[in-house]
């Protein structure tokens, strides 16, 4: 009897090493299987169109094109494996969350040579749901309908053929692959919510029956092994019911639905290492489904996993002082910098705003600047118009700012250049206006300005803050990404 109990209790401990040990390979051996074709976010449908038609040379994969996106392009579901239990995967409902769609392409790649865990499953993909979207890299379809407010009018035919291949499938198991914001942090702590799961609510009360119990037992397996590599970095989204969204109508009509959000990892803005998460993270579920391990995991374990909150900046800055009509104010600044794309969709610039200022001292940032005992500086346009793009090369940015200059004028500048690649921002001559009637002076900082001043210390610059990036001139540290054209 003695024996049992010990049994009893050890079991649980021994599902979890053995699932421990499958995620730590799966980590440690994922270059090998990373699609390389895939390298950024901002790919399109005919960038993955081929990767999927040479799955259909490899005799275990299924390939079938389910119908096509409002503007004709084809939406295909990849299907493996034969087993009883069924799971639907489908990504980038929204086209520009593409993060999963890149691990999805990962999968097949271990898929290929690794079908054992195939065992009692079969898989379902459908990656880029919405290819149009993700053509113009916004979150909508080609009309405007969020699609995943779309699962009980089914007006767009992508949301026809989700609801379809979900119908057809019955399946047991789904996965709604998303980003989200990368300023969700882990509630009341700095670390941003990389990955973030939900068990959605299927009504108003968020009861949980079976099948959202099975659900929320997966995810705290997924948990379980992404703590091992994003310590603190993973939050719970919020159950709210939404009754037309997919999510929570998926998980009412039967199928165990998990909802996994990307979001945001210091110095990484492409999502790779995310993209590695995603990988590991699926593949351990699909496991724990294949082996039926989850069903020893309790659902209590589901709601120690921190909600999402939503306080990070790309840049906090604490204890700047400032002058104002005559008088000195204090505050902390908070500055996110919002991505702009420039000429092809696969290029990006990013533009910096302050978007909170006061006592933050509940907020976050990626990067923390304390800038007590600095003063503020505002910064000054050089005064010499320089004529062309080629000279403006030519100068010592390094120097100008420690002169005291955030800003450069270029007299002929070519109307396609948004920002450059410098640390410094640049005066477009041609659009400057002359401000009249303004007798009393904008504070230098205010909520939605773009975040260029000087840091002083010892009257020499220690810190230029252009565009909300920091250059550290006392370290020679520019981690500026770009200035701006104004």
Do not use: C
Not at 13 to 41: C, D, H, M, V
Request: aromatic share 12%.
């Amino acid at each position: 009897m003695k024996k049992l109990f010990f049994l009893f209790l050890i079991i649980p401990f021994l599902g979890f090493s053995q699932q421990e040990a499958i995620s730590s390979n799966l980590f440690t051996n994922y270059e090998s299987y990373k699609e390389s074709i895939l390298t950024n976010r901002r790919f399109k449908h005919s960038d993955i169109q081929p990767l999927i038609d040479n799955l259909k040379s490899d005799k275990y994969f299924r390939v079938k094109v389910l119908g096509q996106s409002i503007e004709g392009r084809d939406i295909s579901m990849i299907s493996i494996g034969e087993g009883k239990t069924s799971i639907l995967l489908w990504s980038q409902m929204h086209g520009n969350e593409s993060t999963a769609t890149m691990a999805l392409f990962d999968i097949f790649n271990y898929l290929k040579t690794n079908k054992e865990i195939l065992n009692n499953i079969t898989l379902h993909f459908i990656p880029m749901l919405n290819p149009d979207g993700a053509e113009k890299f916004t979150r909508r379809n080609a009309i405007g309908i969020d699609i995943n407010r779309d699962a009980v009018r089914l007006q767009s035919p992508e949301s026809k053929i989700l609801k379809a291949a979900r119908d057809s499938l019955q399946a047991d198991f789904g996965f709604n692959l998303h980003d989200q914001s990368k300023y969700y942090n882990a509630e009341r702590t700095s670390k941003p919510a990389t990955i973030s799961y939900l068990a959605p609510a299927y009504n108003y009360e968020k009861d949980i029956n079976t099948t959202r119990a099975n659900a929320m037992k997966i995810i705290v397996v997924m948990n379980n092994i992404i703590q091992q590599y994003a310590k603190g970095q993973v939050g719970r989204y919020s159950d709210d019911f939404e009754p037309r969204a997919f999510g929570d109508n998926i998980q009412k009509w039967g199928t165990s639905t998990i909802l996994i959000e990307s979001g945001g990892y210091k110095n990484d803005p492409e999502k790779q290492f995310i993209r590695k998460l995603n990988y590991v993270s699926i593949l351990a579920a699909i496991h724990t489904i294949s082996t039926g391990s989850y069903k020893k995991t309790s659902i209590d374990e589901y709601e120690k996993v921190p909600k999402n909150d939503r306080k990070l900046f790309d840049l906090k800055i604490t204890n700047l002082t400032f002058p104002y009509l005559g008088k000195n104010y204090t505050v902390d600044i908070g500055i996110q910098n919002h991505e702009r794309e420039n000429k092809k969709h696969t290029e990006f610039y990013n533009i910096g705003r302050i978007t909170d200022l006061g006592d933050l001292s509940t907020y976050y940032g990626y990067e923390t600047l304390d800038a007590k005992n600095l003063k503020f500086k505002v910064g000054e346009t050089y005064p010499k118009i320089i004529s062309n793009f080629e000279d403006f090369e030519k100068l010592d940015i390094k120097k100008l700012l420690e002169q005291g200059y955030t800003s450069v004028s270029i007299d002929s500048l070519p109307s396609e250049i948004k920002f450059v690649n410098y640390p410094i921002n640049i005066i477009d001559v041609r659009k400057i206006k002359i401000l009249r009637n303004n007798t009393i002076p904008k504070t230098p900082i205010y909520l939605g300005k773009n975040p260029t001043f000087l840091l002083t210390q010892n009257n020499k610059v220690a810190y230029a803050i252009i565009n909300g990036f920091v250059y550290n001139l006392v370290e020679n540290n520019n981690r500026v990404k770009n200035g701006v054209v104004k």
